[in-house]
């Protein structure tokens, strides 16, 4: 059979080629209207049972994609005709129940000489559609059959489902469209055991638009797969996979094991399809202890962390499957508790992966760090501005705008806002824009800048997260209303020591157009010096830190009274040009809760050309770290290891090449207290 298409209106004589040159046979091509129906079964009465699967999976294939022909009426009364002449009487496929709206899982039967199924497609009598190829079989034989689950988006009863393979081609007929089971929930809940056939199906979900992702969850919280461990043993084998993140890039599992003989082989993570992964090709153990048999007693073991990347997201999956593996062969199932699905959250769990001491490039750079910026990533897309208030800001655009976040704690604002009142020139030439990064305060917050704009009058504006994404997503946030052609980023717990220091700052920025950002000096409540610029310094893991100069000595010491070129300055108070700002793409976003963002900002500016200068007139309160205190997991050390091990990965040449200009070769000690460091004239 041949399908043409061509102008020609008269008969066209084709001869057909061997791939030698030689004319094997020659035809007569005749215009359709001179041609006679297709008469399927006395085709295939001169085919071989082969040549008539070839013939349907040609029709189903080639021909339908090829001349767009799939709703075409003609074209689906020869398929159907082909498959009825090729299976008269072709099995049942059941309708299971309903996934969403438009789709089903739909159960059947296949032999399992069939081999791996590559197409499956679906005949209606309007359309043939081709479905994804996600389905479950059985892994034993029943009277010579396999069970076989997928999910379709099926057309309205009767219609025809084909399974097309390397190895055959399978027809089944669905002859009823009611529902076996009345909801997805119903069926859910009634099997637990369909591992393999649950996963599916929360992949799936997680595709659909709207809300698939949240039945997806909702699912598994209501019916979860009952947990599994192997108990602790003195003499054999045993384990507990207590962290399973399912991200979108990839796996992230965490927990113990004690190996106290050969026997113990492995853990391995169990995909949706039965095949094993062994974690320790990509994996980082520690020591670690173990609850006893009673809460006071506790076990040595062996802790690891793994990251397994996958080529498709499984979707929002708690409870994904490992096995620990035995010498033998043999196998044990470890199933984890249902794990969280709030990025936050995950965030978090990942943070205790492992315990500070062993937060190391090991760690972090093939498994942690793949796991975090995963979940930083969606994390980003979902952090919005939810809503805005005004107070009194004037219609033409100030000098200055200073952006503040708040996070929490909002014990300064008073005396800030009345710092920042009481100045003259900040008072005729800025505006205020409070970030508020913890939304579950707006009312607090609200009620507190009204009574304050009441008592002051300064221009201020309002912007409410729709949730907490972070010191550097609330800066660019705020930064994002900003009108002033100067920006300034200000902690919440910065408090001018006396009027001007915004005045000082701003000629410093104005006066030179090299200059990418300028900072203050900052002083502890105590009066000593917490920040005259900063500098960077390896630790004994080779990771660069940020340290301020002179930090601790008193507020008048000598050094500090200088106003030169620094490599950096704290973002608790940074000067620079909005357009600088948005020309380097503002703060970078995928640190942890809030470190490294200032130097990070900092470096960028350096690296299209432009300098920082540190400008101690400029003198002003830090009541250090009162807001990120509040966070546990920040304290706890791994966010802060990973924070400086990232900016280390991302700034490494040019951070060595910085200090290697400014310092001695011992990179921690200011060369003769900044004698290298370039000084600029007071302003």
Not at 338 to 344: A, C, G, L, S, V
Request: aromatic content about 8%; charged content about 20%; glycine content about 8%.
């Amino acid at each position: 059979m041949f399908w043409a298409m061509r102008p020609e209106k008269q008969p066209v004589s084709v001869g057909i080629c061997t791939e030698h040159g030689s004319t094997a046979e020659t035809i007569v091509m005749h215009p359709a209207r001179t041609l006679v129906p297709l008469d399927v079964e006395t085709l295939f009465a001169d085919l071989a049972p082969d040549a008539r699967i070839r013939f349907v999976n040609n029709l189903l294939t080639v021909w339908r994609s090829a001349f767009r022909i799939a709703s075409d009426h003609l074209f689906n009364m020869v398929v159907e005709d082909a498959l009825h002449a090729l299976v008269p009487e072709p099995q049942a496929a059941s309708i299971v129940c309903q996934i969403a709206r438009g789709s089903h899982l739909i159960e059947t039967a296949v032999n399992p000489d069939l081999g791996d199924i590559t197409a499956i497609y679906a005949i209606g009598t309007a359309s043939i559609t081709r479905m994804p190829v996600s389905l479950v079989r059985g892994r034993n034989a029943k009277n010579g059959m396999q069970s076989c689950h997928f999910i379709a988006e099926v057309p309205s009863p009767p219609f025809l489902i084909v399974l097309l393979s390397k190895n055959g081609v399978a027809i089944r007929q669905v002859a009823d469209g009611k529902p076996r089971h009345p909801s997805l929930q119903s069926w859910w809940g009634k099997n637990l055991e369909a591992v393999e056939l649950r996963e599916m199906i929360v992949r799936r979900l997680a595709t659909l638009p709207e809300s698939g992702a949240a039945t997806a969850i909702d699912l598994q919280v209501r019916a979860p797969l009952a947990t599994s461990r192997v108990a602790k043993s003195s003499m054999h084998p045993s384990g507990e996979v207590d962290l399973a993140l399912a991200l979108d890039d990839g796996l992230l599992a965490g927990g113990w094991f004690h190996a106290p003989s050969s026997a113990f082989a492995g853990i391995d993570y169990v995909k949706e399809d039965g095949t094993a992964v062994p974690l320790d090709a990509n994996s980082y153990e520690f020591p670690a202890w173990a609850q006893g048999k009673d809460e006071k007693s506790k076990t040595d073991v062996t802790g690891f962390v793994a990251w397994v990347p996958l080529p498709e997201s499984p979707g929002p999956l708690l409870q994904p499957r490992f096995q620990m593996r035995l010498a033998s062969g043999a196998v044990r199932p470890l199933i984890p508790t249902p794990q969280p699905f709030e990025p936050t959250t995950q965030r978090n769990h990942v943070l205790r992966a492992v315990p500070p001491q062993h937060a190391v490039d090991g760690a972090f750079r093939t498994i942690l760090a793949p796991a975090l910026q995963d979940i930083e990533r969606r994390l980003g897309k979902t952090i919005e501005v939810d809503s805005t208030k005004d107070y009194s800001l004037p219609k033409s655009a100030p000098l200055v705008s200073i952006v503040v976040p708040l996070y929490r704690v909002l014990d300064f604002l008073r005396f800030q806002l009345s710092g920042m009142a009481t100045d003259p020139w900040l008072a005729a030439n800025a505006e205020v824009i409070y970030v508020l990064d913890s939304p579950e305060i707006q009312d607090e917050t609200e009620h507190l800048l009204g009574g304050l704009h009441l008592l002051h009058g300064l221009p201020m504006k309002l912007v409410v997260m729709n949730r907490n994404g972070g010191y550097a997503r609330a800066c660019n946030a705020g930064a994002r209303f900003a009108r002033g052609a100067i920006l300034v980023m200000l902690n919440s717990d910065v408090v001018p020591c006396a009027p001007g220091w915004l005045q000082v700052l701003s000629r410093a920025l104005l006066k030179s157009n090299e200059l990418g950002a300028v900072g203050p000096k900052l002083i502890y409540e105590d009066g000593s010096l917490q920040h005259a610029g900063l500098y960077f310094g390896r630790d004994q893991r080779g990771i660069w830190l940020n340290h301020h100069f002179h930090k601790g000595m008193p507020g008048d010491y000598v050094p500090a009274q200088q106003a030169r070129d620094v490599p950096g300055v704290t973002g608790a108070c940074l000067v620079t040009r909005r357009d600088t700002y948005e020309r380097v793409g503002g703060y970078t976003e995928d640190y942890v809760i809030g470190d490294y963002e200032d130097s990070d900002l900092c470096l960028k500016f350096r690296r299209v050309g432009l300098q920082i200068a540190y400008e101690p007139a400029a003198c002003l309160y830090h009541f250090e770290r009162r807001s990120i205190r509040r966070s546990q997991d920040y304290m706890r050390g791994v966010a802060s290891q990973y924070n400086s091990w990232l900016h280390t990965q991302r700034w490494e040449e040019d951070i060595a090449e910085l200090m290697a200009n400014l310092f001695d070769r011992d990179h921690d000690r200011p060369a003769a207290a900044g004698v290298r460091i370039r000084k600029r004239n007071a302003a």
